[in-house]
């Protein structure tokens, strides 16, 4: 390698390993290579961000350009362009003297163009004899034609990543809008069920989108929706009242929850009226609180835990329960983690993870760990099951999801 080829800035501009690389790579462009100089530039103005590139920088990148007299960067030519200051302030659209030195070393140090700086640090040419151009002093464009490929790849992600964001936006709006009109449908039409409560879901779900959502945000949402918008056809589908209502109805009566069931050994009673009461056959078959999805959802997602309910099937949310308490001990979850997961989630929702837990249990070093971690995530308010159980719906095979529902 030509040790000349790599030069230091002029007076007190610092020197790094990042620019000497950056001069090392464009010394070594391939022979005959070019490009359209201001294809690289649509290039470098898609990929600004991955680029840490402002609009103003990119405005004086333009102008270096247009001091370039052809429309290709080639291998082997001189890519040197040596403006003033004041003739790039012209061509940058009246840019301020700060903002144009500034703008510079951000593209310098963005690895866009290198400075080829004179003795004295002043930009210019010499030329020979012929009066053509011997030694040029300014800013090289070289390292445009060699990363050439790097900033299209780029400006390519950059592009993908729009596209998938304005899906997930569009997809978080459809399921809004359809959630939203079926509702009120639903409740204007007098169809079955809590749509009160569905609308509470519904408000909450929307309430959590940020205010400038990122795609995960986006894609989280949108999910959470997805399984809300099944929900809500199946309870038109469904649309059944239940003769015993105690305030739910519908399909959302199952989402009740028994916040400590007596049955089971592992979660006693918090309170001394609780040890001393009965549970009667409606408490028996529907836990008390309120479920964020419903237990056919659960089902459909974890049929795996379906043969150790208490008849060999799972019918309602305590069949879940005890279900979850014989997979607990099967998959070496103590009872001191499930009893915390109980307590921080409530019981019908650790029943569910666990029951997921149990669908991936071949994915999964440590159920315990696992359930354990979730269970810190829950207390921070940073875990929900929405993407969990859409997760495992989307790889259930079909004759799973066939007879569960």
């Given amino acids: 390698m030509d040790r000349l080829s790599v030069t230091t800035p002029f007076g007190r501009r610092p020197m790094s390993l990042a620019l000497v690389k950056g001069q090392i790579r464009s010394s070594g462009i391939k ?72 703008s510079l070393a951000v593209l310098v140090d963005a690895g866009l163009v290198s400075r080829k700086d004179s003795p004295n640090g002043k930009r210019y040419a010499r ?27 780029m400006a390519q992600d950059v592009a993908a990543a729009r596209r998938r964001f304005l899906i997930a936006k569009e997809r978080v709006s459809l399921c809004r809008r359809d959630i939203r009109k079926l509702i009120t449908a639903a409740i204007e039409e007098g169809a ?7 609308e509470g879901l519904f408000v909450a779900l929307i309430a959590r989108i940020p205010r400038s959502p990122t795609i995960e945000d986006l894609l989280s949402i949108a999910d959470e929706l997805t399984l809300l918008h099944e929900e809500v056809v199946n309870m038109l589908d469904e649309n059944e009242i239940s003769e015993n209502m105690t305030g739910n109805a519908g399909p959302y009566e199952r989402h009740i929850q028994n916040s400590k069931p007596e049955s089971i050994r592992e979660l006693e009673p918090s309170s001394e009226k ?10 028996q078959a529907k836990p008390k609180g309120i479920q964020p999805f419903p237990l056919e959802m659960v089902l459909r997602a974890c049929p795996e835990i379906k043969p150790f309910g208490p008849s060999g099937d799972v019918s309602n949310w305590r069949d879940l329960m005890m279900a979850a308490v014989t997979v607990r001990s099967m998959l070496g979850i103590s009872p001191t983690a499930y009893e915390e997961a109980c307590e921080v989630m409530g019981p019908a929702t650790a029943a569910a993870v666990v029951a997921c837990i149990y669908e991936r249990s071949g994915h999964i070093n440590s159920a315990g760990g696992y359930l354990r971690d979730l269970t810190r995530r829950t207390r921070r308010g940073e875990f929900s099951m929405g993407p969990m159980l859409m997760a495992l719906l989307r790889g259930a095979p079909p004759s799973n999801l066939a007879s569960a529902s």
């Fill in 127 to 153: 030329k020979d004899s012929d009066g053509g151009i011997e030694q040029a002093y300014g800013f090289d464009l070289a390292p445009l034609l060699a990363r050439s490929e790097e900033l299209a790849g």
């Fill in 31 to 102: 022979a005959g290579k070019t490009v359209d100089k201001w294809k690289v530039l649509r290039d470098v103005c898609e990929a600004r961000t991955l680029l840490g590139v402002q609009d103003r920088a990119l405005a004086v990148l333009n102008a270096l350009l247009s001091f370039y007299p052809q429309s290709e960067l080639a291998e082997g030519k001189d890519l040197i362009v040596f403006p003033s200051n004041a003739q790039l302030t012209h061509r940058a659209n009246g840019i301020g003297g700060s903002t144009l030195r500034r």
């Fill in 274 to 283: 609780e040890q001393g009461e009965k549970p009667s056959a409606d408490n």
């Fill in 192 to 198: 079955a069920g809590d749509w009160a409560h569905v």
